[in-house]
């Protein structure tokens, strides 16, 4: 699977921002998928997965009640739409993929594979 993101850009806080991450190959619908953050100085955290067949979701808890995640398997695309960014949302935003055999999980420990990075920069 390679996955390509794309929609980062620069917002003012308050605003929002739809991120997207396109899936090449076969099986998508196979993968938990996930986006992860990388902030300048930081290491790169998690910040939300949705599971095999899109009806579970979970979320880091600075990003819980603004940014919702949400797939689309037909299209193998993945999406995070961000609302009321702030300014410690500023990161470069990457896309990942884990197989997965169960359809519940949205466990995304560790990553098979990584899309390239968007920038998302949010001013105060």
């Known amino acids: 699977v390679q996955l390509q993101a794309f929609g980062g850009g620069l917002v003012q806080a308050g605003d929002s921002l739809r991120l997207s991450c396109a899936a090449s190959g076969r099986f998508f619908s196979n993968y938990v998928v996930g986006w992860f953050r990388q902030a300048p100085g930081k290491e790169r955290e998690f910040v939300a997965a949705?599971?095999?067949?899109?009806?579970?979701?979970n979320y880091a808890d600075s990003v819980k009640g603004r940014f919702t995640i949400s797939r689309d398997n037909a299209k193998n695309m993945v999406s995070l739409q961000m609302n009321s960014l702030k300014p410690e949302d500023t990161a470069i935003y990457y896309c990942a993929a884990r197989w997965s055999l169960s359809a519940l999980s949205t466990s995304i420990e560790k990553v098979d594979y990584w899309g390239q990075g968007t920038q998302v920069t949010v001013s105060s």
């Open positions: 949705i599971n095999r067949n899109g009806d579970d979701t």
